[in-house]
């Protein structure tokens, strides 16, 4: 039998200090999230596929190509999620979060799956972080969630980003729109890629998504008008007060016209959050209204907004802008038995200083040198020597490793001592 010491192509273990940058992001987007009012969720990591196919879109690339699909014993069809948006829908119908004080924030994180081709920053085991606002529709809401999105990567230190903002108008004006693609396109059809020969049958707006060489060529040489240019009077009101909005709250942002979403749930704003120093895959995140959504899943009508960040091509950002991960607190004390019998000791000693402190203990006995280099090494800010003296009046002799002040304590006034620094 073979042995298999490496993960599977694509997925990527986390440790130190790649999980301390992703937990520096997950603290800060905690830390603003629930001073805005959001309560955390957490969706199972895999549902019924009918909610993703209905909640992405069946006719996406996600759907289509790259989600993780499979069959259960009862023969029913689920899927690992390659995004949190349709299940945190899901679970506002399903738990009947419509009766709850409206509009309901709520945010998650966690891994996504998508079958692609793995490099730099996407994996197909991925992780995002998001934000939901589900039952209104005001545009206070778009502004709120969009500044939350640019304030979070800006509070771990990110200095080189853009946010993009524009809009996909209502239902109405998508309608035209894709008249208007339809006509421009169709007599270029064999000029386009086979994806985008599918689309220009079912959802032309995809099309402007598009990474193909042939589609971006044609669609810059037929100069193709905006999507903010077929917008209604009330979708443009809409977009002119969330604009509004930012600017009250201070939120750089540049409008961007060439910003789509290809399906028919997604509703007026969207947007996108790029780093300048990723190259050509420099988007962070992004998010937008979606107030078709509920619906598509069997629900009544229910107004949402919310975004999603990929938290390993962030990573990459803070990398870029040489920062670094939040640290993790020092050890306060490690505790080094003199004598091979006075291990078990140790271990006890320990025990009575957690969870107030970070305390650990060697497993060798050490003379008092060889202890004092050992907590050095460990980075311990104090040392705690223990010979049979100490073991037999209940006492810890510690040493301050910064002062060189050294004090032979009970254990209550080891803990005083260290909590106060040393001091």
Aim: hydrophobic share 40%; charged share 30%.
């Amino acid at each position: 039998m073979a042995v298999v010491t490496r993960a599977v192509k694509g997925t990527h273990d986390l440790f130190r200090e790649d999980l301390a940058y992703h937990r520096t992001l997950l603290n800060a987007a905690r830390r603003w999230l629930e001073a805005a009012g959001a309560d955390e969720i957490a969706t199972p990591i895999f549902e019924f596929s009918e909610v993703f196919e209905r909640g992405v879109g069946a006719s996406s690339d996600i759907v289509q190509k790259e989600m993780f699909t499979f069959t259960d014993r009862g023969g029913r069809a689920l899927a690992l999620r390659p995004e949190g948006t349709a299940g945190v829908v899901r679970a506002y119908l399903e738990h009947g979060m419509k009766v709850w004080p409206q509009p309901v924030r709520l945010w998650y994180a966690g891994p996504m799956f998508r079958a692609e081709r793995p490099q730099k920053g996407r994996q197909r085991q991925f992780h995002q972080f998001g934000y939901e606002v589900l039952g209104a529709g005001e545009p206070e809401l778009d502004a709120e969630a969009v500044a939350l999105s640019y304030w979070i990567l800006r509070g771990v230190g990110l200095n080189r980003l853009s946010l993009k903002v524009g809009s996909v108008g209502d239902r109405e004006d998508r309608e035209r729109y894709n008249a208007y693609l339809r006509e421009l396109l169709t007599p270029h059809t064999a000029r386009l890629s086979e994806d985008s020969q599918r689309r220009l049958e079912t959802n032309p707006m995809r099309i402007l998504d598009s990474k193909a060489e042939p589609d971006r060529k044609l669609l810059e040489e037929l100069k193709v008008r905006p999507m903010l240019d077929f917008l209604g009077p009330e979708a443009k009101a809409h977009f002119e007060a969330v604009q509004e909005r930012l600017r009250r709250l201070n939120v750089p942002y540049e409008i961007d016209p060439t910003i789509v979403r290809g399906l028919d749930y997604y509703a007026r704003t969207a947007w996108e959050l790029h780093h300048e120093l990723l190259g050509a895959q420099s988007a962070l995140g992004g998010g937008g209204r979606y107030d078709g959504l509920a619906e598509l899943l069997g629900g009544p009508p229910v107004p949402g907004v919310g975004w999603a960040v990929g938290v390993e091509r962030t990573v990459l950002a803070m990398k870029a802008e040489g920062l670094s991960p939040a640290p993790e607190p020092p050890l306060d004390l490690y505790i080094v038995a003199l004598a091979a019998e006075l291990v078990p000791e140790a271990l006890r000693a320990a025990s009575r200083f957690w969870p107030e402190l970070r305390v650990q203990y060697g497993v060798k006995p050490r003379k008092p040198g060889k202890a004092l280099q050992e907590a050095e090494r460990k980075g311990a800010r104090f040392a705690g020597l223990l010979g049979p003296d100490e073991a037999a009046s209940g006492r810890l002799t510690v040493k301050h490793l910064r002062t060189g002040e050294q004090r032979t304590l009970d254990i209550e006034e080891v803990k005083e001592w260290v909590r106060g620094g040393g001091s």
